[in-house]
């Protein structure tokens, strides 16, 4: 039963992602079908069907190297948080007990997109709003211990502070998601959180393929600039997961 649902699952985010590419070259049409989408299916999952196994993959390669304490996880870009409590069901099934759960996102949907991040269309500004509200009861109703969580509500670009590295206890970055769509987001967001990581952080980039398999638009653009930035950054490419992202290990030389 559970693979026939897998594969009904499959089939009903390929034809999700057909009709998106159809509806992508009347940007109006694509909006209004989106907002509609959302509106009407409120389910409490994931978008990216492959992030919560990739979140897995991660915590079980860091706690298999790991006798010790292995740092904080960091999420940015929650949508409705249905991957954030997944870190922590998983974190709980590994026996991880000393971690918290940084998550950071406008709840408001997307910022508006300019720039490079116009592209195709594919994103617009409120695209996956969900108010924090609705998030922290999300997370409470399915379990999560809320003394371990701290949600930093607001656009990177006003959030994202100096004063924030003091107002809460951060520590060194285990498994950093960047689930934040554009490129000027995602820049934020590593700027933001380059003093907590360290050798073996696992970056998981859910949006790395949004925009194909170019190196010029969106995160692969961000992800480079960013190691190229800092001499003593390297990556290393561990693995792909669906449906567009894409998993890495940084190295502090």
Known sequence: MAELLNELSDVVLTI???????????????????KVYHTFNGSFRTLSKGTPEAIHKAFSIIKNENQGDIGDYYEFGLFRGYAFLKAYEYTQQLN??????????SFKGLPETQGIDVADGRFFEGQF???????EK??????????????????????????????????????????CDLY???????????????????????????FGDGDD????????????SNDRYSIEHLWRFSH????FRLRVA
């Open 96 to 105: 991880i007990n000393d971690i918290h759960f940084y998550g950071f996102d």
């Open 217 to 228: 638009l969106g995160q692969p653009k961000a992800l480079q600039e960013f190691i190229d």
């Open 138 to 179: 999300n997370l409470s109703e399915h379990g999560m211990d809320m003394s371990k969580v701290v949600l930093v509500e607001g656009y990177y670009e006003d959030s994202l502070t100096k004063e924030l590295h003091s107002q809460h206890s951060f520590r060194p970055a285990s498994v950093v998601l960047l689930d």
């Open 244 to 247: 567009n992202g894409n998993a």
């Open 16 to 34: 999700k992602s057909k009709i998106e590419d159809f509806l992508r070259d009347y940007p109006a049409l694509f909006k209004a079908a989106s």
């Open 129 to 135: 709003a969900c108010s924090k509200q609705d998030v």
């Open 184 to 210: 000027s987001s995602t820049v934020e967001a590593l700027a933001w959180v380059d003093q907590y990581l360290q050798d073996g952080t696992i970056l998981l980039l859910d949006d790395y393929f949004s």
